[in-house]
């Protein structure tokens, strides 16, 4: 499953505003109820879930990227969002290094293998530096998505 396939422009934000760990949780949760992709009522619950997850170990993967998400039972498809922070963002992360990109993604739980390949493929990708790098230069949302939709080839650079 590519990152790109989740994304939408509507779901990427470039300049989070939140300065927290939970607090940016909460920010791209209630950007995608702004944006209709979730339904306001599953927001407390969205977010319950992802504090949870949050709680048993940070998602905070190191090279400044977290991937927080958790499970649904009232979705029917993965919903996704991309914030990208300029300043960095304190999320616990494993080599304790602000993060900068966050992926925040909601999976109905009868696709649990989906969930696992989503996060294989999101952690390859941002596994790449100069996909970070990229990401980090680029000014728009189309861009991200551009960038985000590239295969990294074999010297690590990306392939448009």
């Known amino acids: 499953m590519k990152l790109s396939n989740l994304l939408s422009a509507d779901q990427i934000i470039l300049d989070l505003k939140a300065e927290g760990h939970g607090s940016v949780i909460v920010e ?3 950007h995608l109820v702004d944006t209709g992709l979730l339904p306001a009522s599953l927001r407390d619950e969205s977010l319950a879930a992802l504090k949870a997850r949050e709680d048993q ?3 905070g993967i190191g090279s400044g990227v977290a991937i927080p998400h958790a499970f649904s039972d009232e979705l029917d ?5 991309f914030g990208r922070s300029i300043t960095g963002i304190d999320f616990e992360a494993i080599d304790n290094a602000p993060v900068h990109f966050i992926i925040l993604f909601l999976v ?3 696709q649990y293998q989906l969930h696992l390949r989503t996060l294989a493929a999101i952690a390859k990708l941002f596994a790449n530096s100069e996909v970070r790098r990229q990401l980090a230069a680029a000014a728009t949302r189309d861009e991200v998505l551009a960038i985000l939709e590239a295969r990294p080839n074999r010297n690590g650079t990306n392939d448009a």
Request: no cysteine.
């Open 28 to 30: 791209l949760v209630d």
């Open 57 to 59: 170990v940070s998602t």
């Open 77 to 81: 498809e993965v919903v996704a969002v």
């Open 108 to 110: 109905p739980r009868k």
